[in-house]
């Protein structure tokens, strides 16, 4: 008989000769990914023995997520949220120093071509909603303002849809905005309340969602990017502590430390100065950036 391995496939040594075939692989980085991702996939099949019914089922599943996608639809990227897959590579690529603001997802709906406007500028271009303010500083890691700091900001409106959701309903680039800081670091520019929404839920990603008694909802928030030179891009959001799924959101992108106050502020004369005209919601918050090499 022949001593040696003869590289036959069994269940027991599966991960083994697999793992042996790529032994020739040209890029060692994409040897070591295959190696661990070889070991964990058998690991997870020899655990859950499916039956050939249950593996059509998953394969299935991956085929209606790739037919989903589109130019404008990563149904694999919503796969990667719901998995709270693309929060944890958001956390490793993104250790931040105690005390700087924290990152989260950039999510589907940002528009790079945002204008720039004027500091104080209302981003709500069709007023609906419940006026807001919001205002802050940016800082480094000292307490220092940041000076030329910019603040991309895009958000949902007061129905939870944003403007590229709604072509023809809501005017182009509502609810967005591109602001600079002075010497102060100070930023400040009014919209409206947004309103908690589901993510994209019509495809493979929401069945699976509505399957596992998983609600589709993001609670509200404001994106931001912020970029400055000799600093870290930080992409993050706000998010409103009072909304009935902040403990829920659908792609886990809440973190303690991004949840804002927003006050009810009623307060005639500010109201006048600002421009609404009655009652105002008040958020106030300070991003911290960590210096490093931008983008
Ligand atoms: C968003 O917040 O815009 C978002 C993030 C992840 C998936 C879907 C939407
Ligand atoms: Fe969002």
């Known amino acids: ?31 070591q990914v295959m190696e661990v991702v070889t070991r964990k996939l058998h690991e997870a099949v020899k655990e859950i023995e499916p039956t050939q019914d249950e593996w059509f089922q998953a394969i299935m599943f991956l085929t209606k997520t790739g037919h989903m996608c589109t130019d404008w639809r990563q149904e694999f990227i919503l796969l990667s949220d719901v998995l709270g897959v693309s929060m944890l590579v958001d956390a490793i690529n993104n250790r931040k120093p105690s005390g700087a603001s924290e990152s989260t997802v950039l999510g589907p709906f940002h528009v790079a071509d945002a204008p720039e406007l004027p500091m104080g500028a209302n981003i709500c271009l069709d007023h609906k909603g419940e006026d807001m303010v919001i205002s802050g500083r940016i800082l480094d890691t000292d307490g220092k303002p940041i000076s030329g700091a910019v603040l991309d900001v895009w958000q949902a409106n007061d129905e939870g849809f944003y403007d590229v959701q709604q072509k023809g309903i809501q005017p182009d680039f509502n609810l967005r905005g591109v602001f600079r800081t002075g010497a102060d670091g100070r930023y400040w520019f009014r919209a409206v309340k947004p309103k908690f929404y589901p993510i994209p839920d019509d495809g493979p990603v ?5 399957a596992l008694g998983r609600d589709p909802y993001r609670p509200a928030h404001l994106h ?40 009810k502020v009623d307060d005639a004369a500010r109201a006048k100065v600002l421009g609404f005209k009655g009652w105002f919601w008040d958020v106030e918050f300070d991003f911290v950036l960590t210096r490093g090499a931008g983008t």
């Open 1 to 31: 008989m022949n001593a040696k391995p003869n590289g036959y496939f069994t269940e027991e040594n599966s991960v083994e000769v697999v793992t042996a075939r790529n032994a020739g692989a040209k890029d060692a980085r994409l040897k």
């Open 206 to 210: 929401g069945q699976l969602l509505n």
């Open 224 to 263: 931001f990017i912020l970029k400055a030179d000799g600093f870290e891009t930080l992409v993050t959001h706000i998010f409103d502590p009072d909304d009935p799924y902040i403990a829920t959101d659908a792609v886990f992108g809440v973190k303690q430390s991004l949840l804002a106050e927003f006050r």
